[in-house]
Antibody
Framework: QVQLQESGPGLVKPSETLSLTCTVSGGTISGQYWNWIRRPPGKGLEWIGDVYDTGTTNYNPSLKSRVTISMDTSKSQFSLNLRSVTAADTAVYYC??????????????WGQGTLVTVSS | QSVLTQPPSVSGAPGQRVTISCTGSRSNIGAGYDVHWYQQLPGKAPELLIYENKNRPSGVPDRFSGSTSGTSASLAITGLQAEDEADYYCQSYDTSLSVIFGGGTKLTVL
């Protein structure tokens, strides 16, 4: 079991870019799939996307045009950039590790989450 | 609206059995993609409760069980306890190339 910790601004202005970093400790960041998931207030969970240590990424089609996820293996960190944010992007953002096979993709370790509010 | 449909709420008295349904379609559960369940206690991050339809991670009591049939899945909780009061989410994968979650079910222990 690894530990994950999100960090970044808690307040972002509309039309700007939301940037978060997740630091992984207690295990290797290499050879695993690292994800971002969010939960807007009063709503359910939404998967944002993932990154593998080769730099390969997968994104939720509904967010793909605005999202970039990247990884820095030397720092055991991966990051989320979400561009052109609106109030609808206000949510608790979680980073998580995923276990993936052809027919299975689930999240076995999660960060504690960080609230990001989009407001002027 | 979520691709996987869950009841918004369920409730039960201590000691009772409750089930939470998760209805999908031929492009996700019906296509053979596994279903996983998470428990989210108030103010906490989600935790994996059931993986690959029916398996429990180490430390999860056997009061929790999962099953699938066709395009649906179910989570059953027996011997309900006050500490089980939480939000529960099902999750799978869809051929639209996306991880998908249910809308979540709030369990109230009466």
């Amino acid at each position: 079991q690894v530990q994950l910790q999100e960090s970044g601004p808690g307040l972002v202005k509309p039309s700007e870019t939301l940037s978060l970093t997740c630091t992984v400790s207690g295990g290797t960041i290499s050879g695993q799939y690292w994800n971002w998931i969010r939960r807007p207030p009063g709503k359910g969970l939404e998967w944002i996307g993932d990154v593998y240590d080769t730099g390969t990424t997968n994104y939720n089609p509904s967010l793909k045009s605005r999202v970039t996820i990247s990884m820095d293996t030397s720092k055991s960190q991966f990051s989320l950039n979400l561009r052109s944010v609106t109030a609808a992007d206000t949510a608790v953002y979680y980073c998580a590790r995923a276990y993936r096979t052809t027919w299975s993709w689930y999240f076995d370790d999660w960060g504690q989450g960080t609230l990001v509010t989009v407001s002027s | 609206q979520s691709v996987l449909t869950q009841p918004p709420s369920v409730s039960g008295a201590p000691g009772q059995r409750v089930t939470i349904s998760c209805t999908g379609s031929r492009s996700n559960i019906g296509a053979g993609y596994d279903v996983h369940w998470y428990q989210q206690l108030p103010g906490k991050a989600p935790e994996l409760l059931i993986y690959e339809n029916k398996n429990r991670p180490s430390g999860v009591p056997d009061r929790f069980s999962g099953s699938t049939s066709g395009t649906s899945a179910s989570l059953a909780i027996t011997g309900l306890q006050a500490e089980d009061e939480a939000d529960y989410y099902c999750q799978s994968y869809d051929t639209s190339l996306s991880v998908i979650f249910g809308g979540g079910t709030k369990l109230t222990v009466l």
